[in-house]
């Protein structure tokens, strides 16, 4: 079993920047993908970005790549986005997902583990 919990969120103008951090425990960190994931109102959720155990390799949405950076320290059990130039539609509940192995990182379907989510609204 592993808990997830995001925090970092809130409201901010577009073009400005917010940290996520999700914090993970419960089983050894370094053995588990992260991605992060979003929902607005209305919407399905969507792939964010996803980070390697190691950290060597990230992934991207088309959508938010060159404006948010994934990374994690195994160290503190916890994975972070950055995310700048934020858009009113950045607009979401963000989530956490880790799993052990996964082929396809962009859908929730593969992933195992998830956090309560954390609300990031950008006013234009």
């Known amino acids: 079993q592993v808990q997830l919990v995001e925090s970092g969120g809130g409201l901010v103008q577009a073009g400005g920047s917010l940290r996520l951090s999700c914090a993970a425990s419960?089983?050894?960190?370094?053995?588990?993908?992260l991605g992060w994931f979003r929902q607005a109102p209305g919407k399905d959720r969507e792939f964010v970005a996803a980070i390697s155990r190691s950290g060597g390799l990230t992934y991207y949405a088309d959508s938010v790549k060159g404006r948010f950076t994934i990374s994690r320290d195994n160290a503190k059990n916890t994975v972070y986005l950055q995310m700048n130039s934020l858009k009113p539609e950045d607009t979401a509940v963000y989530y956490c997902?880790?799993?052990?192995?996964?082929?396809?990182?962009?859908?929730?379907?593969?992933?195992?583990?998830w956090g309560q989510g954390t609300q990031v609204t950008v006013s234009s």
């Open positions: 997902a880790s799993v052990l192995s996964v082929l396809k990182v962009n859908l929730t379907s593969q992933y195992d583990y």
């Open positions: 419960g089983r050894t960190f370094s053995n588990y993908v």
